[in-house]
Nanobody, 115 residues
């Protein structure tokens, strides 16, 4: 059973930075893809950033140039560095891991961006 635990959310002023962390059970190299999603109130969940096992990354257009996804295989951690945050970045951020054909989800961590 894959377990994921996000942390690092909180309240930040617009223009500020946060780093989200995702602790994973199992070896990260076993996961074909690690992804960060977010869901704002009243909106659908959307992909923010993803990283495949070989290390390629992709980002939504909204966050490209401001967010960076990274991983530390030894620590079994995935990170999302978020810089120059905007109010529209607020929401609950979820970490997922694709293992085989199953995508596992964490419980989410909330980000609030004040103006």
């Amino acid at each position: 059973q894959v377990q994921l635990m996000e942390s690092g959310g909180g309240l930040v002023q617009a223009g500020g930075s946060l780093r989200l962390s995702c602790a994973a059970s199992g070896r990260l190299i076993s996961f074909r893809r690690m992804t960060w999603y977010r869901q704002a109130p009243g909106k659908q969940r959307e992909l923010v950033a993803a990283m495949t096992t070989p290390g390629s990354t992709n980002y939504s257009d909204d966050v490209k140039g401001r967010f960076t996804i990274s991983r530390d295989n030894a620590k079994k951690m995935v990170y999302l560095q978020m810089d120059n945050l905007k109010p529209e970045d607020a929401g609950v951020y979820y970490c997922t891991a694709l293992y085989g054909s199953t995508e596992y989800w964490g419980q989410g961590t909330a980000v609030t961006v004040s103006t």
